[in-house]
């Protein structure tokens, strides 16, 4: 078998074939463009031609058929790997960047006859994975690892640690399992101690999502187990019944509407119903050139209301701050502050922090 050296011989027969694109500007349709300038990697149908065609050693070319795969990436991370090649979001340079060769609507087109490739349109674009609030569920389904810290700055100096986990199955459809961890100091002899919260399960489905308005709505209900460790007083003490509808909508200059309402029903009878509102608006920008680093502040405001009394609604404002930290930008940090608007007890200012892996897009440690 010959094996060619990956980065060497074909890198240098791929750059001097991209180098020969100048008769592309002549021809016309994305589809057209597709077979010149992306075929020969890509095969004519989408589906990648296979590693022993092209000689690579250790690449898979992606498969734009593959609708699981395909419909999740968002044009404009396409548009910036095809624009301005691989290493733009840490992929391989074996990507060629098209730059030079290809005016920016002819870039377009050709993205819009991949996204042809795909005939199952049950799957959400990843338009809509909108950048994760620090409370508003999404209402995408998505595969992601987040890891979030609350820090209670009130007498006793609580931390809770929680491990989320959501696993998107199907063309619609995410389950979702978080773990709380809760450190609280109780002064005098107790002391610091530590237990686990309440473990929360969750299902979610996308019921409908329409690219040309901008707008996806979906259903879901998260089932609250009362397993936070009892001697410490952590966790709620009752099973929890969360049924929720959440909507996202795409506004113009890359800003965004999320909303999530929920009611909250507890088992045990001494806990009242409660139905919460939360939603937030946001905008993305980036640092470093059109395809750097996303910044995407967002306030989020969350109005709360126990159903049994008809007691005021609870009001709280959290400003927040989510960043890109790799190429990829499927690593991300959002920090933020959850400010009631009235002084109550047990009701603190909260410090809050998430980091998140999108890890369908690659291992924690690639593309950085
Ligand atoms: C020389 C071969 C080659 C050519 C020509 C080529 N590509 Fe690629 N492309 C690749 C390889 C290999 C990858 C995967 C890189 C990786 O996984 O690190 C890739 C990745 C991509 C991706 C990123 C997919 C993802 O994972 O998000 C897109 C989009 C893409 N190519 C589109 C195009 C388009 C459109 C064209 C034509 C304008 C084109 N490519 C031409 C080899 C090529």
């Excluded at 309440?198 to 879901?220: A, F, P």
Aim: proline residues 5%; charged residues 20%; glycine residues 12%.
């Amino acid at each position: 078998m010959i094996v060619i050296k990956r980065k060497s011989i074909f890198f240098q027969v791929a750059l001097v074939w991209c180098a020969g694109l100048s008769p592309v500007l002549t021809q016309e349709t994305g589809e057209e463009l597709y077979h010149t300038a992306c075929a020969a990697c890509h095969g004519g149908d989408g589906s990648g031609n296979s590693v022993s065609q092209l000689g690579f050693l250790d690449l898979v070319v992606p498969d734009f058929t593959d609708c699981d795969f395909a419909a999740r990436e968002p044009d404009p991370d396409w548009y910036a790997v095809i624009h301005a090649g691989g290493p733009v979001r840490g992929f391989d340079q074996m990507m060629p960047s098209f730059g030079d060769a290809l005016e920016p609507d002819q870039i377009q087109a050709i993205l819009d006859h991949v996204r042809t490739q795909c005939t199952d349109d049950r799957w959400p674009r990843g338009e809509f994975n909108l950048p994760r609030a620090l409370f508003t569920e999404k209402a995408y389904p998505e595969d992601e690892v987040v890891l979030t810290t609350w820090l209670d700055g009130g007498e006793q100096n609580t931390f809770i640690h929680e491990f989320l986990w959501e696993y998107r199955f199907g063309a619609q459809n995410q389950i979702e399992i978080a773990m709380p961890f809760q450190v609280t100091d109780f002064g005098g002899e107790q002391g610091r101690q530590g237990g686990t919260g309440d473990l929360e399960i969750g299902l979610k489905r996308n019921l409908s999502y329409n690219m040309d308005t901008g707008n996806i709505y979906s259903v879901g209900a998260e089932l609250i187990v009362p397993s936070g460790d009892d001697a410490l007083g952590f966790g709620g003490g009752t099973y929890k019944f969360e049924p929720y509808f959440a909507y996202g909508k795409l506004l113009p200059a890359d800003s965004f509407f999320q909303m999530q309402a929920l009611l909250e029903f507890p088992s045990e009878s001494e806990f009242e119903d409660e139905a919460q509102l939360r939603a937030l608006l946001g905008r993305t920008w980036t640092t470093g050139g059109p395809f750097g680093r996303a910044w995407t502040p967002m306030f989020e405001v969350i109005a709360s209301r126990d159903l049994g009394g008809g007691g005021d609604i609870a009001w709280d404002l959290v400003p927040q701050f989510q960043v890109t930290l790799n190429t990829r930008q499927h690593v991300m940090a959002n920090f933020g502050l959850r400010i009631p608007t009235e002084d109550e007890p047990g009701r603190e200012t909260q410090f809050v922090f998430y980091l998140l892996w999108d890890w369908f897009d690659g291992g924690v440690l690639e593309g950085w």
